[in-house]
């Protein structure tokens, strides 16, 4: 019955961590530089807005969600990008697609270089991706000066930039893969004299942008067919909206075209029909009066 001895068991490399000064930084806990950058976003943008919340969590790792709703209620607290997003782009349910949260975030990353006139170092798919939130925090920080001092014409010169088809993102990987098709030689001819490269670079830019102007004057083609069809059956033309959205539209007016085409040819046939009927019906009366008018004579 004797009480047993109580015997603590050290780890001797917490020991010797302990012993050289080196102290384990506990799980989650924040170095200087992650403290500083969501300091610096929480004492600007977290006093423009109360929602939704600078939490330390959600800025020490921004998901799109909290993004997208700091870029909504800004909007709706200062005005500032105002008329930049769709319907569908201001409702987050809908962005599910990794490129509809690229193309958001891009937008919103280039109304803030436009209107500032400020080069900005931050890329929406490592937004996306959950990387480089220092440079996240750092356009959030942007975004909010912008907004403060940037809105009415100026918030309304860069939305009208946006939606023309500028954008501030960088276009790095696309560029190196141009250099890259530049510096290889042609796969099948050989390159005629020194001059060879430059023809076969410029043929392949010309071929592209035939392509380019082919497929535009389709695109216009099926506008214009989509909006005489509509206007033919007494509906107005689908709404001009942004190139993405004009081939949606463009299929939506054709539907209801031929939608419209085929009721209206199904009432031509019943109409016909009826009066196959009424003339029969007529002939038969006819028939029978003259057959009357016999007997009684």
Not at 165 to 173: H, Q, V
Not at 210 to 238: C, I
Request: aromatic content about 4%.
């Amino acid at each position: 019955g004797a009480p047993r001895a109580r015997v603590r068991v050290r780890n001797p490399r917490a020991g010797r961590a302990h012993r050289r000064g080196v102290v384990p930084q506990k799980a989650g806990a924040m170095g200087d530089e992650e403290a500083a950058f969501i300091a610096a976003t929480q004492d600007t943008l977290g006093k423009l807005i109360s929602k939704p919340k600078m939490t330390d969590k959600y800025l020490k790792k921004p998901p799109f969600r909290f993004l997208h709703d700091i870029v909504m209620e800004v909007t709706r607290t200062t005005t500032f990008g105002q008329g930049l997003f769709s319907t569908e782009e201001s409702d987050a349910s809908k962005l599910s697609e990794k490129a509809a949260k690229v193309e958001f975030l891009n937008k919103a990353i280039s109304l803030v270089a436009f209107a500032t006139g400020e080069k900005l170092d931050v890329q929406a798919n490592k937004i996306v991706a959950g990387l480089e939130p220092d440079k996240t925090n750092a356009w959030l920080q942007k975004l909010s000066h912008a907004a403060s001092t940037c809105a009415g014409p100026k918030s309304d010169e860069a939305v009208q930039r946006v939606l023309s088809g500028e954008t501030a993102a960088p276009a790095k990987k696309e560029k190196k893969a141009k250099d890259k098709k530049e510096e290889a030689p042609p796969a099948e001819a050989p390159p005629a004299g020194e001059g060879g490269d430059a023809a076969a670079a410029e043929a392949e830019e010309k071929k592209k942008k035939d392509e380019a102007r082919r497929k535009k004057r389709d695109e216009e083609k099926k506008r214009k067919a989509a909006e005489e069809a509509a206007a033919a059956g007494g509906e107005a033309p689908p709404p001009a909206e942004d190139p993405a959205a004009g081939g949606a539209a463009d299929e939506e007016a054709a539907k209801k075209a031929k939608k419209e085409e085929e009721r209206k040819k199904r009432e031509e046939d019943k109409k016909k029909r009826e009066e196959r009927k009424k003339k029969e019906a007529d002939k038969e009366a006819a028939a029978a009066e003259e057959a009357r008018k016999q007997a009684e004579a």
